[in-house]
């Protein structure tokens, strides 16, 4: 981003550079050992759809107190068209595409995504729906990460008068709907299979 700015102000090279926040939304991640690796962690929004289509515990690592956003695909996308057809307004520009309308600490996306899921699937609340572990239990040695992610969206309103439009309960409805016609039977399919001795 910098050797790129800097290539800005001293050649005058034309840039627009887009900082995601939390893009979420269908077909957003993998879902372990049913299309993506079994090992590995994807993003905490799959992470936790996974737990919730196998009924487990969500996990909360170190207390689930870290602040988020999340922005709707459909709202992000709406952000970056308004870059590409408006060069002259969107050049020279980084622009943070975030909603932080939809700021939640990660506990309160787990409990959220909770409730969602037992309207949605009909299948009604985990009885344990999180439990706590630390980020050396879940991530390994060496973990680090930001408490707080909010984007400032100065820039991006002033220059192209974009707003995010979609709240965090719509868009976990969206995806978490998908996300259970797309994957709860190939999940218990999965969980069913006999383990061979």
Not at 25 to 53: K, Q
Not at 120 to 141: C, L, M, Q, R
């Amino acid at each position: 981003m910098f050797l790129v700015t800097a290539e800005g102000a001293e050649n005058g090279l034309e840039f627009t550079i887009v900082r995601p926040f939390n893009w979420i939304g269908p077909r957003m991640d993998f879902i372990p050992g049913i299309d993506g690796p079994s090992e590995g962690v994807p993003r905490v929004l799959a992470c936790f759809s996974n737990n919730l289509l196998r009924r487990e515990p969500l996990k909360l690592v170190d207390g689930g107190e870290s602040q988020r956003t999340f922005i709707y695909i459909k709202d992000a996308i709406e952000a970056v068209l308004l870059m590409i057809e408006n060069p002259d307004r969107a050049n020279g520009h980084i622009f943070n595409v975030g909603n932080p309308n939809n700021e939640v600490t990660v506990r309160q996306l787990a409990e959220m995504m909770t409730e969602v899921y037992a309207k949605v699937s009909g299948e009604g609340a985990i009885e344990s729906p999180t439990v706590d572990v630390s980020s050396k239990e879940f991530y390994g040695e060496g973990y680090d990460d930001s408490d707080k992610r909010i984007p400032d969206m100065t820039i991006i309103n002033r220059q192209l008068g974009w707003n995010p439009k979609t709240s965090l309960w719509d868009l976990l409805e969206s995806t978490l709907t998908y996300q259970h016609r797309t994957y709860a039977e190939a999940v218990k399919k999965a969980t069913s299979k006999p383990v061979a001795s």
